[in-house]
C-alpha cells in the first residue's frame, strides 16, 4: 500500500522531490556507504606495492590524501592509473581487462586494486551514511520505490556495520 506524497504550492514533495517522481535510485559508493577512505587504502597499498618493488626501498609511496584526490578520484580504474603513473614519469602496457592482479600492466595494477578493495569492504566492513539511510526511508515512507545500484561486483550486504 503506496502512502500519499504530500506536496506543496511549488509541486514538490516534502522530500524536496517534483511530485511526478515514482522512483529513487542511489549509488552505493559514496552516496549510502563512506567508500572513499577505503578506495585510497586500496590504491595506497597497489601503488606502494608496485613503486617499492619498481624503485627499492628509496620509493615515494603513494599520498592516501593528495594523490588520491588528484589522480584518481572519481576517474574510471584504468584512468586513475595511467593518471597517478604519469605523475611519476611511469608507463606501463595498457594490458587487458581480464589481467590478473599481478601483472605489471595498467589493467593488472587497476585489478590488484579492485580485490584489495572488495578484501577489505569483505574484512573490515564499510560505514553507511545515517542522513542518507534516514532519507531513504523517507522516501520509502512516501511510498516511492527505491534501488540501491553500484559498479561493484559483490554482495555487500553482509559488510555494513
Not at 619498481?54 to 603513494?62: A, I, L, M, T
Not at 592509473?81 to 611511469?90: H, K, M
Not at 595498457?94 to 601483472?103: K, V
Not at 585489478?111 to 534516514?134: C, F, S
Request: aromatic content about 8%.
Amino acid at each position: 500500500m503506496n502512502a500519499p506524497r504530500a506536496g506543496n504550492r511549488t509541486g514538490m514533495t516534502q522530500l524536496g522531490l517534483p511530485e511526478t517522481i515514482q522512483a529513487c535510485l542511489f549509488d552505493l559508493d559514496g552516496v549510502v556507504t563512506r567508500t572513499a577512505v577505503v578506495h585510497a587504502a586500496a590504491w595506497k597499498e597497489t601503488f606502494d606495492a608496485f613503486l617499492r618493488s619498481r624503485d627499492g626501498e628509496d620509493f615515494r609511496p603513494f599520498d592516501a590524501g593528495a594523490d588520491y584526490d588528484e589522480y584518481v578520484d572519481g576517474r574510471p580504474r584504468a584512468d586513475g592509473v595511467r593518471t597517478f603513473l604519469a605523475s611519476r614519469g611511469i608507463q606501463l602496457p595498457e594490458g587487458t581487462p581480464g589481467d590478473p592482479p599481478e601483472e605489471a600492466t595498467v589493467h593488472g595494477l587497476g585489478n590488484r586494486k579492485n580485490v584489495l578493495l572488495l578484501e577489505k569492504i569483505r574484512t573490515q566492513g564499510v560505514e553507511a551514511y545515517e542522513g542518507t539511510l534516514r532519507y531513504i526511508e523517507a522516501v520509502r515512507a512516501h511510498g516511492l520505490r527505491t534501488a540501491i545500484v553500484s559498479n561493484i561486483a559483490f554482495d555487500i550486504r553482509p559488510a555494513f556495520r
